[in-house]
């Protein structure tokens, strides 16, 4: 977990690009695979609007296994997730709920 923690650092030293750069990358590459599609049998993690899939809350922004074609995604399903990946989904989730809930506060 440490490594993920620190993954701008990590970056930063092994390509000698700022974090900023792999976001921007990543960013283009969910581009590409929305738009191009994924090869047939295999599966992208793209940032989407939870259905109620793996048990997050319908609308929270969450990483997801997905397929796409013509511009279209969809969530893969029936994927076994063990007790130490739940616990980091389930970790992941409430840290996106709070943030939420803070940005759309009226305070």
Not at 97 to 107: H, I, K, P
């Amino acid at each position: 977990m440490t490594t993920v923690q620190r993954r701008g650092a990590a970056i930063i030293e092994a390509r000698k690009l700022s974090s900023a750069m792999s976001a921007a990358n990543a960013g283009v590459d969910h581009v590409r695979d929305w738009v191009n599609g994924t090869p047939e049998g295999q599966y992208v993690s793209m940032g989407v609007l939870s259905d109620g899939s793996y048990g997050i809350d319908e609308g929270l922004c969450y990483s997801f296994p997905c397929t796409c074609s013509g511009g279209d995604y969809t969530i893969v399903q029936g994927l076994d997730i063990d007790d130490f990946s739940r616990e980091k989904m389930t970790l992941t989730r409430n840290e996106l709920v709070e943030e939420r809930d803070e940005a759309l506060s009226e305070s």
